[in-house]
């Protein structure tokens, strides 16, 4: 365990080295609203994959029934605008990449749990932080 919140389990990215942080501003983004896309059994959608969101993206989105664009005040959500990093669930992530809009994604900073959703091979191609 890293000493997070209890029940968040190890954080190491899909890499095997360790998870960096996805975002440091606003907004706040996490299963536990901590910047890092870390996951434990308590997060039953996977919120694991870095993704730096586009307008296409949130559109897709918000076709299937998942508005992240709308500020939700109440709840502290300003919306997501394009360019924004987001931890998103790795089942909605591989939705998109299905139909041709997944967004880049932060490998560095995406949990190693989504590759019990989603290839390794199919990351890559959309790596922000690949040389």
Not at 78 to 106: I, S, T
Request: hydrophobic share 35%.
């Amino acid at each position: 365990m890293d000493g997070g919140p209890p029940g968040r389990e190890q954080s190491l990215n899909v890499l095997g080295t360790p998870l960096a942080p996805c975002s440091q501003g606003e907004p706040v983004t996490g299963f536990y609203r901590d910047g890092d896309c870390a996951t434990g059994p308590d997060d039953l959608g996977r919120h694991t994959v870095c993704a730096r969101v586009t307008a296409e993206f949130l559109a897709f989105s918000k076709q299937r029934g998942n508005d992240l664009s709308t500020p939700v005040p109440q709840f502290g959500f300003p919306g997501l605008k394009p360019g924004d990093r987001w931890c998103l669930c790795a089942a909605r992530w591989k939705e998109a990449l299905d139909a041709g809009a997944a967004p880049r994604v932060v490998l560095t900073a995406t949990h190693q749990k989504t590759l019990e959703i989603v290839r390794l091979e199919d990351l890559k191609p959309h790596a922000i932080d690949l040389s």
